[in-house]
T-cell receptor, first 111, second 115 residues
Framework: EAQVTQNPRYLITVTGKKLTVTCSQN?????MSWYRQDPGLGLRQIYY???????DKGDVPEGYKVSRKEKRNFPLILESPSPNQTSLYFC??????????FGPGTRLTVT | AQSVAQPEDQVNVAEGNPLTVKCTYS??????LFWYVQYPNRGLQFLLK??????LVKGSYGFEAEFNKSQTSFHLKKPSALVSDSALYFC?????????????FGGGTRLMVKP
């Protein structure tokens, strides 16, 4: 089954404790992105990648890092999480850069 | 810079009636436009896109949208709403001149279809 998977689905952590949210797609897509969803603000793009070793900043990259060492994986790294990074995070992939396939989401709470 | 506005936080419609969810956009060049739907506790699902060609585009589940360049709008429509259409709808834009994959979403509109 073609899909985008994210892990973990739910995470509660404390300020400053480094964490990684994994994202993997099995559709051989070139494009991958990370978004955060906050009430009233819609989805805002954090980072995107057009191919292996090619990443670029989206609208809200501060406090986040990404890497794209393999085509299928695009992990999101929070080196020192803060409470304002409490949010719902979505990974997405696309073959064309047009329609995107979204993962199920990761709900992160930073206390 | 590119932006999307969805002026209505919520749209209420009776089952069987037509529905419209509004979207206006701003880009420096020509746009690629998209609609996505989000059901509770789920990720977003692609509904339809405008890339080029006919201004009226048809998508999944009987939805359609009309690209209006002069009004910079891309409103989502359906002739007859179903209760199962109740969900959160997002409009998104990408600048055609943007070589990357910068996609900007609107704030979302909650559609409530009542029996």
């Amino acid at each position: 089954e073609a899909q985008v998977t994210q892990n973990p689905r739910y995470l509660i952590t404390v300020t400053g404790k480094k964490l990684t949210v994994t994202c993997s797609q099995n559709m051989n897509h070139e494009y991958m992105s990370w978004y955060r969803q906050d009430p009233g603000l819609g989805l805002r793009q954090i980072y995107y990648s057009m191919n292996v070793e090619v990443t670029d900043k989206g609208d809200v990259p501060e406090g986040y890092k990404v890497s794209r060492k393999e085509k299928r994986n695009f992990p999101l790294i929070l080196e020192s999480p803060s409470p304002n990074q409490t949010s719902l995070y979505f990974c997405a992939s696309s073959s064309t850069g047009y329609e995107q396939y979204f993962g199920p989401g990761t709900r992160l709470t930073v206390t | 810079a590119q932006s999307v506005a969805q002026p209505e936080d919520q749209v209420n419609v009776a089952e069987g009636n037509p529905l419209t969810v509004k979207c206006t956009y701003s880009v420096s060049g020509n746009p690629y436009l998209f609609w996505y739907v989000q059901y509770p506790n789920r990720g977003l699902q692609f509904l339809l896109k405008y890339i080029t060609g006919d201004n009226l585009v048809k998508g999944s589940y009987g939805f359609e949208a009309e690209f209006n360049k002069s009004q910079t709008s891309f409103h989502l429509k359906k002739p007859s709403a179903l209760v199962s259409d109740s969900a959160l709808y997002f409009c998104a834009v990408r600048d055609r001149n943007n070589a990357g994959n910068m996609l900007t979403f609107g704030g979302g509109t909650r559609l409530m279809v009542k029996p």
